[in-house]
């Protein structure tokens, strides 16, 4: 974590704040996997910015709730088992709590119970009410604890712990209105210490009564999440379900997408064009640059959001289900092999969406050496652009079988993630200290339909906003370069300059060469990864551009297949390869997956581990990219 300059500001007036100026701010306040982010996706409608706080690089999110009789600022401070910080994130809740000026704290906190481990919560709670504060309890996943033969009696608990407490479900939205009458009672009383002078031995004594007051527990025989662990987390079953669990997000992502793509293509391509078409003046650079680059670019974007929200759907289901986090048991022996703690795999798994936000969980591992290496293996794993492209090479080449194409490079990913970790961690980091895991363990349950898809909203319209720029000015750009003429006969008109002869292809033309070894000594084929180091969706736009055809990355495997787009692209790994096609379009894809990320991600890791090691990264990862290519391609031309 940065070194704070100052303590952070409860009532910052940052760029990240949605709510008014001098809003009530309430903290969101609990332990991970509380039920507190639920709760404050539920309470703002996931409307929702996220961003590094003012003195600190520990990113949390601010939302706003429009309760009655006035609305609040809410903050969703990092999870916290305890005011004596164990974790960076730990120590940014105590600063916000316990550091900050009494001016500038909470106006009201929320400290959520989880019932299925009540004492945890109200350790929190009793630390808080040590300091002078309006408090409010709420206990969550009471439903799970039932299940557990838990149950706890609010107004018992409520007269023991000298504090307003009231049940809330934030994954059905059940009882926010009487959290939203005890944060209104609690706003017309004045700040006060609840638990003056208490010392440790008197808090656990409160504990203690407090349990004995308010919770009963019955024999129910072996919760049926015990049960299904014994399979998950089987040292042997366990990683094989985890890899067919994988499987199935890839098959269900590539599979059932095809018809809304298609749809969205149709509509994109045909009224849309023609409506822009017809109301544009008919000029070449009007139709050129409006509707072939900014429409057209465009255009994919939002053609990619059925894969993409898919993909995301099937992410917050197992998260929501419990799945994920007995994912990180499972993959724990391989993170301590190659020097990290088990947690490390939460941010490694976000970087199969995106790397950006991978890259800002790094924040949660404590130690510098683990964030530093966790940054750069990140970016080896394959990102959702990635695998729009995986997805149209593969239907291009190998139609029949195009899910298991795409699932064996994340098999590979998962493999230079390890390999690469190994190598580091026996070079460079030979003392790195290994971390036991140490991670709640949900109980399992059904996810609800309404989270899930407020989840898949946020991740996906963050994707579409941070991505939709970034392609629509490398189309432009593109169409730019290749509107350049750089021989001579040729003019300023996109429609009369050859790719080859334009600006765009003489710098292709300079690189292709250094990839002859690895099969794709094309400047065709080559330039689109220059374009790709900006964002690597922009491949296949630039592909399309390259040949002048339709961009047809959302038809149907089918149609792919025999599109003049790809038929282009058949002809050229072919004739670079001296017809050895399959091999060098193999050897392309490993170069992608483990060459230089977007300019996003190589951004985020300046700002989480430096220049120095962002560098250090770059330079791995072309060099990584660049041997894995020409081994696979000498290696398969021999039998492909």
């Not at 008197?202 to 004995?212: G, I, M, V």
């Not at 790397?355 to 790094?362: D, L, R």
């Not at 971390?435 to 109980?443: K, M």
Request: proline share 6%.
């Amino acid at each position: 974590m940065a070194r704070k300059t100052a303590a952070p500001s409860c009532h910052s007036t940052s760029s990240m704040r949605i709510a008014a100026e001098g809003t009530p701010v309430l903290a969101l306040v609990g332990a991970p996997n509380s039920g507190k982010s639920t709760l404050f996706n539920a309470l703002t409608g996931a409307k929702v910015q996220t961003g590094n706080w003012p003195g600190t690089s520990v990113e949390v999110s601010r939302g706003l709730w429009n309760a009655q009789p006035e609305a609040f600022d809410i903050i969703d401070l990092p999870g916290a088992y305890s005011l004596d910080p164990m974790s960076p994130d730990e120590e940014f809740t105590r600063d916000m709590l316990v550091e900050c000026p009494p001016c500038e704290r909470p106006d009201v906190v929320v400290v959520l119970v989880d019932a299925t481990a009540p004492a945890r919560g109200l350790n929190l709670a009793f630390q808080i009410a040590e300091y002078p504060y309006r408090v409010v309890i709420g206990v969550t996943k009471e439903d799970v604890a039932k299940q557990q033969g838990i149950s706890i009696d609010t107004s018992a608990l409520s007269r023991a712990v000298g504090m307003p407490v009231v049940s809330v479900n934030g994954r059905r939205r059940e009882n926010l209105d009487a959290l939203e009458g005890a944060v209104a009672q609690a706003m017309q009383t004045e700040p006060q210490t609840i638990r003056p002078n208490a010392d440790l031995d008197q808090r656990f004594a409160d504990l203690d009564a407090a349990e004995k007051a308010a919770v009963s527990r019955t024999d129910v025989g072996e919760p049926l999440s015990q049960r299904v662990d014994r399979v998950v987390l089987h040292p042997v079953l366990g990683p094989i379900l985890f890899l067919a669990v994988m499987w199935a997000v890839f098959f269900i992502t590539t599979t059932v997408a095809g018809p809304l793509q298609d749809g969205l293509e149709a509509f994109i391509t045909g009224p849309v064009s023609a409506a822009a078409r017809s109301l544009l003046p008919d000029h070449w650079l009007v139709s050129g640059l409006l509707v072939d680059g900014l429409i057209g670019g465009v255009g994919m974007v939002l053609t990619f959001a059925p894969l993409l929200a898919l993909m995301f759907l099937c992410l917050a289901v197992l998260e929501d289900s419990g799945y994920m986090a007995r994912a990180a048991v499972v993959t724990d022996r391989v993170m301590r092999a190659i020097g990290l703690p088990g947690k490390a795999f939460i941010p490694i798994v976000v970087g199969y969406g995106c790397n950006v936000p991978a890259i800002s969980a790094t924040r949660v591992l404590g130690d510098v050496r683990h964030r530093i290496l966790t940054c750069l293996l990140i970016p080896f794993t394959s990102c959702s652009a990635r695998l729009i492209v995986f997805m149209m090479l593969a239907q291009v080449f190998f139609p029949a079988h195009a899910g298991s194409a795409v699932f064996a490079m994340y098999v590979l990913s998962i493999a230079l993630v390890v390999l690469v970790g190994l190598a580091l961690r026996r070079t460079v980091w030979r003392a790195m200290p290994a971390e036991a895991l140490v991670i709640d363990l949900p109980a399992y349950q059904l996810p609800a339909f309404g989270l899930t898809v407020s989840v898949m909203w946020v991740r996906l319209k963050g994707f579409l906003h941070t991505a939709g720029g970034i392609i629509v000015a490398t189309v432009v750009v593109i169409w730019l370069l290749m509107s350049i003429p750089v021989t001579g006969g040729h003019s300023f008109n996109e429609g009369a300059v050859p790719p080859e002869d334009s600006a765009y292809g003489a710098v292709s033309k300079v690189m292709s060469p250094v990839f002859a070894p690895a099969g794709f000594d094309s400047w065709s084929l080559t330039g689109p990864l220059v374009t790709g180091f900006v964002a690597k969706e922009t491949l296949i736009s630039t592909w399309a551009q390259t040949y002048a055809v339709e961009d047809v990355t959302d038809d149907a495997p089918e149609e792919q297949a025999e599109s003049p787009l790809a038929s282009h692209i058949r002809a050229d790994f072919d004739a670079a390869s001296g017809e050895h096609g399959l091999a060098a379009v193999w050897a392309y894809m490993v170069f992608l997956l483990a060459y230089t990320p977007c300019v996003a991600t190589v951004a985020a890791q300046r700002r989480e581990i430096g220049w120095k090691w962002t560098l250090i990264g770059f330079a791995l990862q072309l060099a990584t990219a660049w041997i894995l290519a020409v081994g696979v391609f000498q290696v398969l031309k021999v039998f492909l």
